[in-house]
């Protein structure tokens, strides 16, 4: 997706936003600190961005990669927005018939009448040939 004519990238995002950069050929990342930085276009040279908490209003964090050509003129740039959603299984996990979000059994299960902890009904059937 780079322009024509671009040799490196660089990039740029907020605060709430973590990326990586991974080469084809090296086993470890290489995280992206800062603004300034610039890699090889590469082919297999991938960027992994994530976010380590739930967005406190959509479209509040960004990536911008800026594309650069020889010599480092900048090409153009291409910018993703992001929203962190916030997922959590809330059960009744000491089996009350009452679904709380911080119960202390939700991290252990025990078998019986007195146990506690969520109990998953999985449906492992085909229905969709």
């Known amino acids: 997706a780079a322009p024509a004519g671009a040799v490196a990238f660089g990039v740029k995002h907020t605060e709430g936003v973590s990326v990586d950069v991974l080469f084809r050929g090296r086993a ?3 995280a992206v600190s800062g603004a300034g930085t610039r890699w090889p276009l590469d082919e297999g040279t991938v960027l992994r961005f994530s976010m380590s908490r739930a967005s406190s209003e959509v479209n509040d964090n960004k ?7 020889e010599g480092g003129k900048p090409i ?9 959603l916030g997922i959590s299984l809330d059960v009744d996990a000491d089996r ?3 679904v709380e979000k911080n119960s202390p059994n ?6 019986g009448p007195e146990g506690h ?13």
């Open 28 to 30: 470890e990342p290489e």
């Open 63 to 69: 990536v911008t990669v800026s594309f650069y050509a």
């Open 76 to 84: 153009n740039q291409a910018g993703v927005f992001l929203t962190g």
């Open 96 to 98: 009350d018939g009452v």
């Open 106 to 111: 939700k991290a252990s299960w025990a078998w």
């Open 117 to 129: 902890g969520a109990i998953l009904l999985v449906s492992c059937d085909k229905e969709l040939p």
